[in-house]
Nanobody, 124 residues
Framework: QVQLVESGGGLVQAGGSLRLSCAAS????????MGWFRQAPGKEREFVAA????????YYADSVKGRFTISRDNAKNTVYLQMNSLKPEDTAVYYC?????????????????WGQGTQVTVSS
C-alpha cells in the first residue's frame, strides 16, 4: 500500500514557475514508477510526465516538454514536478500516481495509487 500526498500548488502568473512535490508513504517507494497527471474542469485526466523507479528514464507530454521537469528522491520518498514558463492552459488539478513496475507509464489505468491532487491556477 502506498499513500501519496501532493503539495506546492497555487496561483501564479503566466510565465511563472511552481514546484510540486508528492510525498509517498511506505518502504517500497523506490520500486514504483511515478507519474504526474492533470485534470482541468470539464476535461479528462491527462498525462503530464512520468519517471522510472530509478529516475534514469523520464517521459513528457508534448504540451509540457521543455517546460516541466520530473524528478525523484528515493531517499526522501518524494517525486517532484518543476513547472516553468507556465501558461493559462496549464491550469488544472495535478495528481501524482504510483505504478508497480520498473519502466514508466503514461496511461491512468497503469497506475495503482493516486494522491488527492493539488490545484494549479495560472492567470493571464
Amino acid at each position: 500500500q502506498v499513500q501519496l500526498v501532493e503539495s506546492g500548488g497555487g496561483l501564479v502568473q503566466a510565465g511563472g514557475s511552481l514546484r510540486l512535490s508528492c510525498a509517498a508513504s511506505g518502504r517500497t517507494f523506490s520500486s514504483y514508477a511515478m507519474g504526474w497527471f492533470r485534470q482541468a474542469p470539464g476535461k479528462e485526466r491527462e498525462f503530464v510526465a512520468a519517471i522510472s523507479w530509478s529516475g534514469d528514464s523520464t517521459y513528457y507530454a508534448d504540451s509540457v516538454k521543455g517546460r516541466f521537469t520530473i524528478s525523484r528522491d528515493n531517499a526522501k520518498n518524494t517525486v517532484y514536478l518543476q513547472m516553468n514558463s507556465l501558461k493559462p492552459e496549464d491550469t488544472a488539478v495535478y495528481y501524482c500516481a504510483a505504478a508497480s513496475g520498473y519502466s514508466f507509464y503514461t496511461r491512468p489505468n497503469e497506475y495503482n495509487y493516486w494522491g488527492q491532487g493539488t490545484q494549479v491556477t495560472v492567470s493571464s
